[in-house]
């Protein structure tokens, strides 16, 4: 399984940006795909995640109503579209594959390496 996550950069407070994560390897019908980021000098958070069979989402309270997973079953494909973003959200963001339910770290085993975002005030 490898996940390859994309689309970091830099945006200035209130604008919008979105990540992708394409997923290779192996079939995910039986799983769901997550994201998490970790803000420096912080512990790693759960973002938002999605079920890839019947698509459904999972958010942190944090990111409610700003930030929509989704996914494309054709491209193996999750995506993570932000908006409203705040200097708060800057952080590297992570995708990975959760295994068993629950939405912290440890239900989750294949990582990808990251994408940085940058959010400036």
């Known amino acids: 399984v490898q996940l390859q996550a994309s689309g970091g950069g830099l945006v200035q407070a209130g604008g919008s940006l979105r990540l992708s994560c394409a997923a290779s390897?192996?079939?995910?019908?039986?799983?769901?795909l997550g994201w998490f980021r970790q803000a420096p000098g912080k512990e790693r958070e759960f973002v938002a995640a999605?079920?890839?069979?019947?698509?459904?989402?999972y958010y942190a309270d944090s990111v409610k109503g700003r930030f929509t997973i989704s996914r494309d079953t054709a491209k193996n494909t999750v995506y993570l579209q932000m908006s409203s973003l705040k200097p708060e959200d800057t952080a590297v963001y992570y995708c990975?594959?959760?295994?068993?339910?629950?939405?912290?770290?440890?239900?989750?085993?294949?990582w990808g390496q990251g994408t940085l975002v940058t959010v400036s005030s």
């Open positions: 390897g192996r079939t995910f019908s039986n799983y769901a």
């Open positions: 999605i079920s890839w069979g019947a698509g459904i989402t």
């Open positions: 990975a594959r959760r295994v068993r339910v629950g939405n912290k770290e440890e239900s989750y085993d294949y």
